[in-house]
């Protein structure tokens, strides 16, 4: 939360406790984060990143990938848009795992913890539209009319 940055590893599947967030450093240390302290934490492709890449925070325009959009404002007054899960039994109680807006910028994913941030609001939800309602069941149709009927496309 200070704008400090620490760089290391963590293990993808166990790295959150009840506390904070526990992490190996560059130097072989484990390190123990509790979240009060942690501002984000940024899976990278490389840990010198992209300098002269100007990241953007926000999507200009509706994002492609499916999920929830997001918009965050953290206890600083940074926003930071992002897209997280739609299924809500994969959220974790302790904070968000995001996917940022930028995809050409070196994050990957920021895990944001619930203390950082000052609220949360949901801008939209994005789907590929693939899901169809089910049909009504007083739209009965005979079996001949259907198979001269014109298949929807939308």
Known sequence: MDKGLVKGFV?????????GIEFLDLEGHVVSLPFDQIKGVYFVREFE????????????????L??????MRFKDAEVLDGLISENLLEHDSRGYA????????????????RTALASVEVVGVVSNGSRRPAP???SKVSKSQAETRQFGLF
């Not at 990143?49 to 492609?64: D, M, Q």
């Not at 499916?66 to 918009?71: A, E, I, K, P």
């Open 136 to 138: 009504r069941a007083s």
């Open 98 to 113: 995001v996917a940022p807006p930028d995809v050409n910028s070196n994050n990957l994913r920021i895990f944001i913890p």
């Open 11 to 19: 293990k993808p599947g166990g790295y959150l406790s009840a506390e």
């Open 66 to 71: 499916n999920g929830l959009w997001v918009r």
């Open 49 to 64: 990143g992209l300098p002269e890449h100007r990241e953007r925070k926000v999507f200009k325009s509706r994002p492609r």
